[in-house]
């Protein structure tokens, strides 16, 4: 029997997980070794019920009591804190989801990469902050990494057996987010409640207002470069307003093959599950002729900076990476918190990214986590020091 753990099982991607291992027999057809959450252990005891979990990790050592009453009969180990979730993660299992949220999603990606096996990832963070230590990891430990974010699934999928060398560009779509349509003077009065609704997908709070700003696009060109080793200059963000083409690889000959599906992260979770083989997932089969129209438009720098500068972060190279998501997930807390507005996370950013060349450069590419670590700490501060500064 398969034996899988889902990392940051209670989140949007950890949900959908959950429903497909439901639905593909529960216990009877996996062996659940390890689940993780956060705040809500109510529905991650339930989770780790239901897959007779071997235990079950809060990221919060205060809610260890609430965990233990809620899984209390059921013989399920209860645990709370970051190293307990990298003990979690530690434990061998065939199949691990890394859905954890943020940098945060790093120590526990590594330990699963240190022991081997399947590593799915969604957590996009551990790449951008340290895709050089990621992917040396895998390769060290022959761990095997498959994309979940839903472009890059769709990259890894229309790629195939290519090789890199017969590829011309590759293209990530993005829909544009919540403002894509707004005025450009009005974005500054965006509000977090607007910002954290999606027009196509249905994902957690932070992604969702990431998409709004295109900083989920601008981490996904990192993801994309750090994943497949390609250059910048042949990553393209197309806007799809639709969502429905997900990525494109386009080759030498001047043919291209796209990717294409309903906006349903269980399809990428679920690939990433049955991979090498495929296997029927309840995502809806597309209907293009009740779409009707699939529109498309280049992206727009003046309404998202993020996009310039994570081409200037891949340049930079070294530890820009690490600086540019800390600062930007302390952009994100400081806008959720109302301290700044929703136009000045990109300039938080930017001043972070900027502050950090002048005073030291990016030096190498980090080699080890305390050194991303360091720099994911010097990011957050540099971005919490410049927050509307401008
Ligand atoms: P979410 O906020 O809905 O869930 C995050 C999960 O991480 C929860 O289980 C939460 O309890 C846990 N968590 C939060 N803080 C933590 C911490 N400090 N330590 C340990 N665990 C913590 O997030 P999501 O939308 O499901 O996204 C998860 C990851 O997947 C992110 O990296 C995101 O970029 C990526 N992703 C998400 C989607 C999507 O559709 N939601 C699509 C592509 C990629
Ligand atoms: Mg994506």
Redesign the pocket.
Known sequence: MRSVSV??????????AFDLLIRAGGPKTYRTVAL?????VAR?AEMARALQAEIAV??LPEKLDDLRAALAGSGIEAAAG?AA?AEAAARPADWTL?????A??LP?GLEVLRRGGILAL????SLVAAGGLVMAEAARSKARILP???EHSALFQALGSESLENVDSVTITASGGAFRDWPLERLARATVAEASCHPN????????I?SASMF?KA?EVIEAHEFFGIDEGRIKVLVHPQSIIHAMVSHRDGGSIAHLGAPD?RH?IGYALNWPRRAPLPVPQLDLAAIGNLTFATPDETRWPALRLAREVIRAGGAAGAVLNAAKEQALDDFIAGRIRFTDMAGAVERALDACAAESGFGDSPGDLDTVLAWDARGRHLAACTAGAA
């Not at 209670?10 to 949900?15: K, V």
């Not at 890394?98 to 943020?102: D, E, L, N, Y």
């Open positions: 990392l940051g099982a209670t989140g949007s991607i950890g949900e959908s993780t959450g956060a705040a809500n991650l809060t990221a970051p979730i890394s859905a954890i949220i943020g945060a999603g526990p969604a957590n996009k963070e979940v974010d839903s997908w249905s994902m957690g709070q932070r992604i969702t990431d989920n981490l992260m990428a």
